[in-house]
Nanobody, 122 residues
């Protein structure tokens, strides 16, 4: 079992930055690939970024590539999402998720956090 708790969301102006954190419980954190998804009002939850258990292999969706950076600290059981050059269309609830391997679909992740709101004003 893995429990996930996100933090770091908030309100920021367009062009600004935020860093999201996701703290995980359990002693097997490094065995899990970790991902960030987001869900805007009236839209389906979508993949944002993922990172392998070692932290060496990141993946990004096209809308965030070059602006967002996913990383993890296995000693702290924490995964991060550094978001730069934020745009109003990045406004969403951001969720972290865990799976035993890198996946891109919501249905393929076993564990989810409760989400943190990110609002980007224009």
């Amino acid at each position: 079992q893995v429990q996930l708790v996100e933090s770091g969301g908030g309100l920021v102006q367009a062009g600004g930055s935020l860093r999201l954190s996701c703290a995980a419980s359990g002693r097997t954190f490094r065995q899990y690939a970790m991902a960030w998804f987001r869900q805007a009002p009236g839209k389906e939850r979508e993949f944002v970024a993922a990172v392998s258990g070692s932290g060496l292999v990141p993946y990004y969706s096209d809308p965030v590539k070059g602006r967002f950076t996913i990383s993890r600290d296995n000693a702290k059981n924490t995964v991060y999402l550094q978001m730069n050059s934020l745009k109003p269309e990045d406004t969403a609830v951001y969720y972290c998720a865990a799976s035993l391997s890198i996946r891109y679909m919501v249905s393929e992740y076993n564990y989810w956090g409760q989400g943190t709101q990110v609002t980007v004003s224009s």
